[in-house]
């Protein structure tokens, strides 16, 4: 398996919901990664989980809780957003921290 | 057609040419290039990579210059396709910060038929 899967494709919540968005790989890799992605710009790192765990948290708001169950698995728990937060959610992982990534597909989030 | 030198937001190529994508990158620590290409609607996909200690790097039809003088970084796609149509980033790995990734602002390349 040589792929990165993220679900749900699409979510859309409000402001006071709670919802998680999750990611999976079995390519043996060990580190992980979130991005956040606007239209038409650079996907910006949130994230980073290296042998499961948090080495790089790029002044994120709290609000998004990152989480790494074991090496294969990373969910983002968000709660209280805002719209701004919307976005496309990009989950990555690469055999060790200072090697090429491998991306999924992302979840296209709305908060409305 | 190519383009050389600085970094342009889009490039139109026709197919068969030869394509030039530049990237300006600016931490001299940086140590680990690497260039993803995001097709429409996908996440970004690996195409190649390059370490400090190197200046060239070839793969299938992609090339990869490195400057370190000057900081710069190109990729080289050979024949271009259509099915090269996307979005090319580069990304700048800072060693002591091992997976911290900052991605440029990409260049949206377009092939002509």
């Known amino acids: 398996d040589t792929e990165v899967t993220q679900t749900p494709k699409h979510l859309v919540m409000g402001m006071t919901n709670k919802k998680s968005l999750k990611c999976e790989q079995h390519?043996?890799?060990?580190?992980m990664y979130w991005y956040k992605q606007k239209a038409k710009k650079p996907p910006e790192l949130m994230f980073v989980y290296s042998y499961e765990k948090l080495s790089i948290n790029e002044s994120v708001p709290s609000r998004f809780s990152p989480e790494c169950p074991n090496s294969s698995l990373l969910n983002l728990h968000l709660h209280a957003l805002q719209p701004e937060d919307s976005a496309l959610y990009l989950c990555a992982s690469s055999p060790a921290a200072d090697y090429e990534q491998y991306f999924g597909p992302g979840t296209r989030l709305t908060v409305t | 057609g190519e383009s050389v030198g600085l970094h342009l937001p889009t490039l139109s190529v026709q197919e068969g040419d030869n394509s030039i994508i530049n990237c300006a990158y600016s931490n001299s620590a940086s140590d680990y290039f690497i260039w993803y290409k995001q097709e429409s609607g996908k996440g970004p996909q690996f195409i190649i990579d390059?370490?400090?200690?190197?200046d060239k790097r070839q793969g299938q039809r992609v090339t990869v210059l490195l400057n370190k003088t000057v900081k710069h970084l190109s990729l080289q796609i050979a024949a271009t396709q259509p099915g090269d149509s996307a979005v090319y980033f580069c990304?700048?790995?800072?060693?002591?910060?091992?997976?911290?990734?900052?991605f440029g602002d990409g260049t949206t390349l377009t092939v002509k038929p």
């Open positions: 390059i370490r400090s200690n190197m």
């Open positions: 990304a700048e790995n800072n060693g002591p910060n091992a997976g911290k990734s900052t």
């Open positions: 390519m043996g890799h060990r580190a």
